[in-house]
């Protein structure tokens, strides 16, 4: 590391979570957190750490608009000044209460100050969190990441994020976000004890780094590796992640499993990409495609908006394969229609058949879950789309879709402003969503559809 590490600077209204998230990436209660608004007055500094990047965070007062001379004042010409030696501002609202005048007087002010500046919505762990989030956009401060500095949720994406301000050097003034291939893809290994996750570790990275045998539940917590695959020095960089085995909540028992379980939870959370194992002679002795409790653990993948691939592990030791593909594949499109084309590579991680075509489907579903529709593109396809289905009539006026726009990626998240969005009925956002899928190569990511009332935002900056 150089001598000084690079300053990260918290930013916000009083009461937003910045000591939270302070603490959250200091790795321990370094300042007070409490509901009374403007506990924190004084800057506070301390080193932190965001899985691989190392620099200096700076907690800072709430911004609050107060004549100069008041406590208050000074403590928001205090916030300000840690802006300018911050080679990035990470500034918080809640995405909770929305955004208030305060929020959009001090972006204002954060424009001019000439900072880069990143906006995180935070105490986004509830649904309800994310008209908030999208109604920040306005503020004119880019995409606005969704975090809960208390849940630990969006990591990643800030750690993402802020990689380019802190390993870049001072005054190359690239602020862009860095190339999808230039940043390592987390990826976990998940599934229920014994499938072979540990053997399909140390069969991708070719060494025995973890420990594997017949008895479930060897691994107890989450193993990482950084390697690339290829193995080669221009192959994809890949942090492998090996978590322990997921029963059912009803079997899982004593406070060691209980702790590995949510551990694995997290390394969910925390993945870009997930590969499920499912052990294919358990699911032909089962006879009726994918078990439950493979299914649950899809489903928490797709819920937290992380792509997925299913590897078949054992497909050497099984009997009228083909047969059995087929069964899984039903399956999957039964109970898992929210992930349609989820891929599905048939392996052995003993002996390293179809690895492969498994890593090929990780890339490919890793492409898709970092691509972006252009807005031109997505237009042209909503008209389209329209034409060849309309939406149905409401009191005798048809609901119009007039706008759509992708707010962000990983996963791809779009935007659709219509006359009447409670009345637009759930098999029409189906068909939309089945629509983006074949349209522009989206199989086997979640997508998320966000209805929002009004004509197109961008029409009068047009």
Known sequence: MAAEAARVAIVGRPNVGKSTLFNRLVGRRAALVHDTPGLTRDRKE?????????????DTAGLEEAASGAIEGRMAAQALRAL?????????????AGVTPDDRHFANLLRRAGTPVLLLANKCEGRDAESGRLDAFGLGLGEPLAISAEHGLGMGDLRHALAPYLEMP??????????????????????????????????????????????????????SFDWRWPDR????????????????????????????????????????????????????????????????????VE????????????????????????????????????????????????????????????????????????????????????EAHQPPLVNGRRIRIRYATQVKARPPTFALFVNKPADLPDSYLRYLANGLRESFGLDGVPLRLHLRKGKNPYAENA
């Open 233 to 300: 020095e221009d192959g994809r960089a890949i942090r492998l992640i090996d978590t322990a085995g997921v029963r059912r909540r009803a079997k899982v028992d004593g406070s060691l499993e209980k702790l590995s379980v949510m551990d694995t939870w997290r390394a969910i959370r925390f993945a870009d990409i997930v590969v499920l194992m499912i052990d294919a002679r358990t699911v032909q002795a089962f006879g009726h495609g994918i078990e439950k409790q493979d299914l649950t653990i899809a489903r928490q």
């Open 170 to 223: 001072a005054g190359d003034g690239d602020s862009a976000a860095p190339d999808v291939a230039d940043r390592p893809m987390s990826l976990a290994i998940v599934g229920r004890p014994n499938a072979g996750k540990s053997t399909l570790f140390n069969c991708l990275i070719g060494e025995e780094r973890v420990l594997t045998g017949p008895e479930p539940g060897i691994t107890r917590d989450a193993i």
């Open 84 to 96: 300018e030696d911050a080679a990035v501002a990470l500034f918080l609202i809640d995405a909770r």
């Open 46 to 58: 301390a080193s932190a750490r965001l899985q691989d990047l190392h620099f200096s965070v700076v």
């Open 303 to 386: 819920e937290e908006g992380r792509g997925l691939a299913i590897a078949a592990n054992k497909w050497d030791m099984v009997s009228e394969p083909q047969r059995l593909r087929r069964q899984i594949v039903e399956s999957l499109e039964k109970s898992l229609s929210q992930l349609r084309g989820v891929p599905l590579a048939c392996i052995s991680a003993l002996d390293g058949q179809g690895i492969d075509r498994l890593m090929g489907a990780v890339l490919q579903i890793d492409a898709a879950w970092n691509s972006r529709v252009g807005t031109g593109a997505l237009n042209r396809w909503i008209e389209a789309m329209q």
